[in-house]
């Protein structure tokens, strides 16, 4: 039994052998070969095998390191040069015109607004009669250029007496007694200089106050070109911290003329900054600093209290020099209302009558300056950088009664 099983065993494994003979025999039976491709004119060369002969050197002298012509030479390929970036120039400082004689130099402007009264007081004046009636046309019309109650009957009173006594009356005659009467009325003997020298030490400290609409602002940086014409340097204070275009508008002013502006931030303490300028200005050897304040509105007591306290705080370091108001003459009457209660709260020394090209009434000139008893020192004669001139009665009466 043994020997049948063995036997079998053996056919199996011979069998198997056999096969795998026959498949191996199938598989390794060779394909055909493939078609011959088409040539590629596109294709690089072969690139040579180990053993590929080497083309024959041609015969060719050999350059020196010193004879190769190297990137930016004379001969070689020009490299580029970066751009020249060019410096822009600083931002030229203007030389604003001298002060002296500016008034004249603006009396046209002066003229064509203010000419209306004094022709109109000629005109009376000039007739054959001077009846009651007359006198009370020349008081209404010097009334309505806001002269005020007051001047108009010392002006109304003078001419009458020299009228009478003058007789006859030539247009020129006329002429002379008018500008003698309104000089008097304008005050020849006030002290108009700005005071910005004080006697122990620098700087001198000048504050603007005013009703917001007046040009507070503009006229501080107007004031800036005049002091800065007259050969000195200034500190700007934007102590107007209410109002948010205040201070740019008050540095691009300084930084027309090279004058430094000190400023805090939007809604801070406008004490603070004044305070701060004038610290500036002491440690800088400034000549004349000038602080700029909010433009508040008189009948705000609280606004008004808190100028009082920019005031006293800026005292701390040294006593003010001026105090300017800012009017504007168009407002008229209504600028003395205005006038009254900002010399209640700060010590007005000076005026400055803004607009006074715009208007025809002219009088408020005098009727300022005697409701507060401090002059007009500066007039704004127009929108330029420099149509802010110091007053001069002389150069004001004249564009008054015209030629």
């Keep these: 039994m043994d020997i049948v099983i063995l036997a079998v065993v053996i056919a199996v494994v011979v069998?198997?052998?056999?096969?795998?003979?026959?498949?191996?025999?199938?598989?390794?039976?060779?394909?055909?070969?493939?078609?011959?491709?088409?040539?590629?004119?596109?294709?690089?060369?072969?690139?040579?095998?180990?053993?590929?002969?080497?083309?024959?050197?041609?015969?060719?002298?050999?350059?020196?390191?010193?004879?190769?012509?190297?990137?930016?030479?004379?001969?070689?390929?020009?490299?580029?040069?970066?751009?020249?970036?060019?410096?822009?120039?600083?931002?030229?400082?203007?030389?604003?015109?001298?002060?002296?004689?500016?008034?004249?130099?603006?009396?046209?402007?002066?003229?064509?607004?203010?000419?209306?009264?004094?022709?109109?007081?000629?005109?009376?004046?000039?007739?054959?009669?001077?009846?009651?009636?007359?006198?009370?046309?020349?008081?209404d019309t010097l009334l309505t250029a806001d002269v005020g109650v007051q001047p108009t009957q010392e002006l109304v009173e003078g001419l009458r007496e020299r009228v009478k006594v003058l007789g006859t009356r030539t247009p020129e005659e006329l002429r002379g007694?008018?500008?003698?009467?309104?000089?008097?009325?304008?005050?020849?003997?006030?002290?108009?200089?700005?005071?910005?020298?004080?006697?122990?030490?620098?700087?001198?400290?000048?504050?603007?106050?005013?009703?917001?609409?007046?040009?507070?602002?503009?006229?501080?940086?107007?004031?800036?070109?005049?002091?800065?014409?007259?050969?000195?340097?200034?500190?700007?204070?934007?102590a107007d911290t209410f109002r948010a275009a205040a201070a740019d508008q008050l540095q691009t002013w300084g930084e027309r003329v090279g004058a430094y502006t000190v400023r805090g931030p939007e809604a801070g303490d406008p004490a603070s900054v004044a305070f701060d300028a004038v610290k500036e200005g002491k440690e800088m050897g400034t000549d004349v600093v000038l602080i700029d304040t909010a433009g508040r509105l008189h009948t705000k007591t609280g606004l008004m209290d808190e100028l009082g306290k920019v005031k006293r705080v800026v005292e701390k370091h040294a006593p003010l020099d001026e105090v300017l108001l800012v009017l504007d003459a168009t407002t008229g009457q209504n600028g003395l209302v205005q006038a009254r209660v900002f010399a209640e709260v700060v010590d007005i020394t000076g005026i400055v009558l803004t607009k006074l090209d715009g208007t025809a009434k002219g009088g408020i000139v005098v009727a300022v300056q005697r409701e507060l008893g401090v002059p007009v020192k500066l007039v704004g004669l127009g929108e330029g950088a420099d149509d802010l001139a110091p007053f001069e009665p002389e150069a004001f009466v004249d564009a008054l009664i015209g030629e």
Excluded: C, F, Y
């Excluded at 026959?22 to 394909?31: A, C, D, F, Q």
């Excluded at 008097?184 to 030490?201: A, C, H, I, Q």
């Excluded at 609409?213 to 500190?235: E, F, H, M, P």
């Design 177 to 238: 007694l008018l500008r003698e009467e309104l000089l008097k009325l304008v005050g020849t003997d006030m002290d108009r200089t700005v005071k910005t020298e004080p006697e122990t030490s620098k700087p001198g400290i000048v504050m603007i106050v005013g009703v917001n609409g007046t040009g507070k602002t503009t006229t501080t940086g107007k004031l800036a070109r005049v002091l800065v014409a007259d050969g000195r340097s200034v500190v700007l204070g934007a």
């Design 15 to 139: 069998l198997g052998a056999l096969g795998g003979l026959i498949v191996g025999s199938r598989r390794k039976k060779p394909l055909p070969p493939p078609p011959p491709a088409a040539p590629d004119i596109t294709a690089p060369p072969a690139e040579p095998h180990v053993g590929d002969e080497a083309e024959t050197p041609r015969d060719e002298e050999r350059r020196t390191i010193e004879e190769v012509d190297l990137p930016g030479g004379s001969t070689g390929v020009a490299v580029e040069e970066p751009p020249v970036v060019e410096e822009l120039p600083p931002t030229a400082i203007e030389v604003p015109e001298p002060t002296a004689g500016r008034l004249i130099r603006l009396r046209a402007r002066l003229s064509r607004s203010q000419n209306a009264l004094g022709k109109g007081l000629l005109t009376l004046l000039s007739r054959e009669h001077l009846d009651e009636d007359t006198w009370e046309e020349i008081e």
